[in-house]
């Protein structure tokens, strides 16, 4: 990715997030629009529960099925299962 592109993609996101008005609307923003500015195939956002050692995917979008895509109740999972990455990077980030 050239400098430029980057620079341009950081005030698309900066710009599309000024008109969001709750922590819901922006990571709906973000997945939706990575896509497409990223050049992703799909977009899943995951927040951490520090207190129940939870991840909560919070956000989710794929170009495949556009319509309908917000959920209000998403799955949560234990931050020791999954992949090693999962694993290491969140005993990386100090909360594990």
């Not at 710009?15 to 922006?26: C, F, R, T, V």
């Not at 917000?70 to 980030?93: A, C, L, M």
Request: hydrophobic share 30%; proline share 3%.
């Amino acid at each position: 990715m050239k400098h430029q592109e980057f620079e341009d993609i950081l005030i698309y996101f900066s710009k599309s997030l000024m008109g969001q008005e709750n922590e819901e609307d922006i990571l709906w923003d973000v997945a939706k629009n990575c896509i497409s500015k990223l050049r992703f195939v799909d977009c899943v956002i995951y927040v951490i529960d520090s207190d129940n050692k939870k991840l909560i995917r919070k956000a989710a979008y794929t170009p495949e099925k556009p319509k309908n895509q917000k959920k209000t109740r998403f799955n949560q999972y234990p931050i020791w299962r999954g992949n090693n990455r999962t694993r290491g990077n969140y005993r990386q980030s100090g909360l594990g």
